[in-house]
């Protein structure tokens, strides 16, 4: 699915789009921001960790998630399907705009 949001053959509401990193909303809201930034190449969660782009997609992730959760955030990744992982593509959730102490 994030490939295809990559080659633009679904739709998405995109934040921020660079030669590497795409930043977009996900589609799930049980946070009032919750954006994805993932690397446009594929690549796995695992390989995304371990490779060098990742200081690029943090670094705009932090970015985004402070332009858009002014009183503060959380960047994340999920591993696998017990970790709650549903796309193979590689990414980081940014997520905020409420006290997540309260979703705890």
């Known amino acids: 699915m994030f490939c295809n949001i990559v080659a633009k053959t679904e739709p998405a509401d995109i934040l921020y789009e660079d030669e590497e990193v795409m930043v ?13 930034c993932i690397p446009k190449n594929h690549m796995t969660q695992a390989k995304l960790w371990t490779d060098p782009i990742l200081a690029h997609v943090g670094k705009i992730a932090a970015y985004l998630a402070a332009e858009h959760c002014e009183e503060g955030f959380r960047i994340l990744s999920n591993f696998g399907r017990h970790g709650l992982q549903s796309q193979e593509h590689g990414h980081l959730h940014m ?3 409420v006290n997540l102490g309260s979703y705890a």
């Open 24 to 36: 977009f909303r996900n589609k799930l809201t049980w946070v009032p921001v919750m954006l994805l």
């Open 95 to 97: 997520i905020g705009g």
